[in-house]
């Protein structure tokens, strides 16, 4: 069975910090791995990553896969409040759904 | 559209009674996905299409629930008979596609919000 395994599942700092949060996957098929930020509702789109070892940033957000190992990471600089969010890994089989993970709850306090 | 639309934005039902959820992708996305999230929870898929087909129906919890889409675009789930364990944000979500060869990044709607009294 697919999985996709998320940790911490939260994590409390103080502005400034700065985090790295943790996905695992076990998906047969791996296309790729996405990232989304949820704040209220809907998760919005961080990052798609398909290749190893290819670092892709955006801001003070970047995200790196390791299709070796089966894991992702996503790390966050100099955290502000604004970042505090559950932050949602998910993995694409071929031709199937997305698989997604339970989530890390950041809490980043002022 | 210029987004992921979703109708209504919140509906309160009374337990028994049939509720019928709308999704609107955006233009030209071919895969469509509903997903549901209970308070404090992951996202739980419930069902995917491929154009107007849908090739995984596993994610269903119940005979109650019964998703259609037509013409490769709008969505409807419908939930019979609702219960109070049906309460959750309903998501749906829409990619450019699915089955190619390159994997698209999924855009989500705003959510409707389900109560069930």
């Known amino acids: 069975e697919d999985k996709v395994v998320q940790s911490p599942l939260s994590l409390v700092v103080h502005e400034g910090d700065t985090v790295t949060l943790n996905c695992s996957y076990e998906?047969?098929?791996?296309?790729?791995l996405l990232w989304y930020k949820q704040e209220k509702k809907a998760p919005t789109f961080l990052f798609m990553l398909?290749?190893?070892?290819i670092e892709k940033k955006s801001g003070r957000l970047s995200s790196i896969l390791d299709k070796k190992e089966l894991f992702s990471i996503l790390n966050i600089t100099a955290t502000q409040t604004g970042d505090s969010a559950v932050y949602l890994c998910?993995?694409?089989?071929?031709?199937?759904?997305?698989?997604f993970g339970p989530g890390t709850r950041l809490s980043v306090l002022p | 559209g210029a987004g992921v639309s979703q109708s209504p934005s919140n509906k309160v039902t009374e337990k028994g009674k049939d509720v019928e959820l709308r999704c609107d992708p955006i233009s030209g996305h071919t895969a469509l996905y509903w997903y549901r999230q209970s308070l404090g929870q992951g996202l739980e898929f419930l069902i995917y299409f491929q154009g107007n087909s849908a090739p995984d129906k596993s994610g269903l919890p119940s005979d109650r629930f019964s998703a259609e889409r037509t013409g490769g675009s709008v969505s409807t789930l419908t939930i019979q008979r609702t219960q109070q364990e049906d309460s959750a944000v309903y998501l749906c979500?829409?990619?450019?596609?699915?089955?190619?060869?390159?994997?698209?990044?999924?855009?989500f709607g705003p959510g409707t919000r389900l109560t069930v009294t």
């Open positions: 398909t290749s190893s070892g």
């Open positions: 979500a829409s990619s450019l596609d699915l089955a190619g060869a390159y994997s698209y990044e999924q855009y």
């Open positions: 998906v047969t098929n791996f296309r790729s």
């Open positions: 998910a993995a694409s089989p071929y031709g199937q759904n997305f698989v």
